[in-house]
């Protein structure tokens, strides 16, 4: 058998077994999230606020929680390598390559998928100082309704109304810096090279043997890697903005929940017990 045949039914092999285990897996992480989510909700309307202050000090300890967030998002996704060492927020292959990059680095294409990895981490890295003044507007122009329904709400509340509140602004000013980033570091020249070392090497040797046909008769195909035409630009933006929302998030629930986070006399006072 011909060395490329043999590769290609190994692919074929591990995307029928990845499948054919995709549903099982996929119903527990999904009822174990759902398991999760409920218990924090619940726990939620009883340590989040003490209800017996007026709404001057509550809105004002809200604030102060959010500025709290805001600022360990950003000094830490903008030291170097803050997004690049950080498991939560670091940005992969897209996904049309990150279906192949055991394959991409097997065939000799590791320097590629780690420049690209690389530069695009750094590009957000370097676009996150610049939203820190987003993120103060948006809590400066928060009313006090907004306020309580964040403090009635679960421990991720005040991430979700950013999310609803900035995330526009957010494009539109990081958007930019992002690109030029980028150009800087040659990320779409390092996203050409990897997608056509691809589609040079390892979709054809795949095509070749009939792996593809064998793959759609099974109904697996939707997990074998084909060209795409995301935006880099826009997939890297999302990335980074998302990154910023996951440390706001962490920092939100642990000053909620946790009293060692709690590190001002109005912060132990909105949200002790």
Known sequence: ????????????????????????????????????????????????????????????????????????????????????????????????????????RSAGGDKMADNLINSMNKAATTAAPKTASIFANAIEKMSVDDAKNILAGSNNAATEYFKTNTTDSLKEMIAPIIQETMKENQVASYYDMANNFYKENAKGMVESTGVMDMAKSFGVDSYLPGSSDQSIDDYVTDKAINGLFTMIAQKEAQIRTNPVAQTTSLLKQVFGN
């Open 1 to 104: 058998m011909k060395k490329s045949t043999i590769i290609a039914s190994l692919i074929l092999t591990s995307s029928l077994t990845y499948a054919f285990d995709l549903g099982s897996i996929a119903k527990g992480v999904i009822d174990n999230v759902t398991n999760e989510t409920k218990t924090a909700d619940s726990k939620s309307s009883t340590n989040t606020v003490n209800s017996n202050l007026d709404n001057s000090t509550v809105t004002s300890g809200l604030k102060q929680a959010l500025k709290t967030g805001v600022t360990y998002a950003v000094e830490n996704l903008s030291k170097d390598n803050g997004y690049l060492n950080n498991s939560l927020v670091k940005i992969p292959l897209p996904e049309n390559l990150a279906k192949v990059e055991t394959l991409l």
